[in-house]
Structure formats: C-alpha cells, structure tokens
C-alpha cells in the first residue's frame, strides 16, 4: 500500500513570499494529484501529474518519478491562497481511488 | 451547470440508526468514488464504481454500503454496524477511459451520530 507524506503540515507566510509545499510517496504510481480544500470543506482538483512540470496562473506542480517526489510551488502567494493543500497518489491505470496525504495547511497572511 | 451534489450538508443520526447519504453527477462520468475525511488523517476511500450495477470496496468498506443502479447516482448507506460514523463524506467522480483521470468532488457531508 502507498504510504503518502507531505511537508510541512502546517505553513503560516507573508503576502508575496513563495511557497513550496512536498509530497513523497512510497510505491510507484501512475499519475499525482493536488487538490485544495477550502475550509468548507470542498476540494477541488489544481492538477494531475504523471510526469514533468505543469503550470496554472501563480501555482506550479512538478514530480520527480524517480525519486518518488512532488512539489507544489505558489509564486507571489495572496490571503485568498489560504488553504488546505493535499497530494493524492493513484498506483494503477484503474479506476481504483486515490491515497491521500494528510494535507498541508497554508495560512497567507497580509 | 455540470458538476456533483451531495445532500444534506449536514446531517444528524442517533445512534443505531442507518443512514443515506446521495450523490448525484450530471457529468456523464462512469466512476464514482465515497471517501471519508477525519480530522488530522489523510481521506480515505470506502467504496468505489466503475460502471452501473458493479462497485467495489475500498481501504475501510465495513459499515457502509453502497449501490449503483443508475450511472448519475451513487448513495452510501452508513450502518449501524460503523463503529465511528461521525466524519466528513466526500463523494467524487471521473471520467474512466482504462486510465488515471482527474477527480471531481462534491461539497460534502457532514455527519454526526449523537
């Protein structure tokens, strides 16, 4: 079973300062996802990664297959980007659910 | 709009009482997944469904059930037999094409067992 650790658990920073947030997991896998839950409670997905880099507006996620490892990098980070961030790791082609790590709670302060 | 809906919001049993939670997807996806949120662990998935009329369960399926019946719909029947039912319930869906895809979560349930 995938075991999925993500650091740190808990980031509080200033407006505008650059954030990176780390996912590891323990198996291979066939492809990582980021999600963000706001604290209502709904998640939504940022992004789906299987290899490289991909980059959305101020958020980039990158993997390193080889090392089983993910990053997710939030540039010039605002109050509104406060949140809980959460890396899942899918292990097949199937349509079996993800693994998820505990979350990374992110608080932007002005 | 397009998109998941789970209802109630919040929702209050006692205990000893079954409970049905819906999700309903106007997506056109073929899976659909229920996972359970517990303060300071990680999600979990209790159930999952690839096409109608066929599910599987996931890492911690004891106490609940589920059904299939329609391709839209994917309700989860929290039993009496769930040790520890008070959690926050996520369902989600994807498209499933024999490949990983991108998961789309409804807003949730909240539910307590007093």
């Known amino acids: 079973k995938n075991e999925v650790e993500q650091s740190p658990q808990n980031l509080t920073a200033q407006e505008g300062e650059f954030i990176t947030i780390n996912c590891s997991y323990s198996?291979?896998?066939?492809?990582l996802h980021w999600l963000q839950q706001h604290p209502g409670g709904g998640i939504v997905s940022l992004f789906m990664l299987s290899s490289g880099k991909k980059k959305h507006g101020r958020l980039i996620a990158t993997i390193n297959i080889q090392e089983k490892h993910s990053s997710l990098h939030i540039t010039a980070s605002h109050p509104r980007d406060s949140a809980v961030y959460i890396c899942?790791?899918?292990?097949?082609?199937?349509?079996?659910?993800?693994?998820f790590g505990k979350g990374t709670h992110l608080i932007i302060q002005p | 709009d397009g998109g998941i809906t789970q209802s109630p919001k919040y929702l209050f049993r006692k205990e000893g009482q079954n409970v049905t939670l819906s999700c309903e997807q106007n997506l056109n996806h073929d899976a659909m997944y229920w996972y359970r949120q517990d303060p300071g662990q990680g999600l979990r998935l209790i159930y999952y469904s690839q096409i109608v009329n066929d599910f599987q369960k996931g890492d911690i399926a004891e106490g609940y059930s589920v059904s299939r019946e329609k391709k839209e719909s994917f309700p989860l029947t929290v039993t009496s037999a769930q040790k520890n039912p008070t959690a926050f319930y996520l369902c989600a869906s994807s498209i499933y094409r024999g490949r990983a895809d991108t998961q789309y979560f409804g807003p949730g349930t909240r539910l307590t067992v007093l």
């Open positions: 198996v291979g896998i066939s492809a």
């Open positions: 899942a790791v899918r292990a097949g082609g199937g349509a079996d659910g993800l693994t």
